[in-house]
């Protein structure tokens, strides 16, 4: 995924763990952007890992990648805190017009 961020020219901090991205975003609340994360990873979902980030920064988009392929209703996307998802695999073109139409709404304020 960070190559394919690098493709794009996007700034890119990868993280491996979601507590790790957690604390990185309470530290840094206002230095990113957008956080893409996988919907399973252990020790906490993506949706999980969302959850958390917008009880600290409501207007920090959150993208979730998986491997189910099912179409979600926009109200399920806001019912589990997350601007988008992503079915893998992940190319250059989806990852680009899914970021492009994500952070092209209006942010929500903190």
């Not at 690098?6 to 990868?14: G, S």
């Not at 206002?30 to 917008?54: E, R, W």
């Not at 179409?71 to 992503?86: H, P, T």
Request: proline share 5%; aromatic share 2%.
């Amino acid at each position: 995924m960070g190559e394919l961020l690098d493709k794009l020219e996007y700034k890119v901090t990868n993280v491996q763990r979601s507590p790790d991205a957690l604390e990185l975003i309470k530290d840094k609340k206002n230095d990113f952007d957008l956080v893409i994360s996988d919907l399973s990873m252990p020790t906490m979902s993506g949706i999980q890992l969302a959850n958390h980030i917008k009880e600290i920064n409501k207007a920090l988009p959150v993208i979730i990648m998986t491997g189910y392929s099912e179409r979600v209703s926009q109200a399920k996307l806001k019912e589990m805190n997350v601007e988008d998802i992503m079915g893998k695999p992940i190319t250059l073109k989806l990852l680009a017009n899914t970021i492009k139409k994500v952070l092209s709404v209006p942010n929500k304020s903190n």
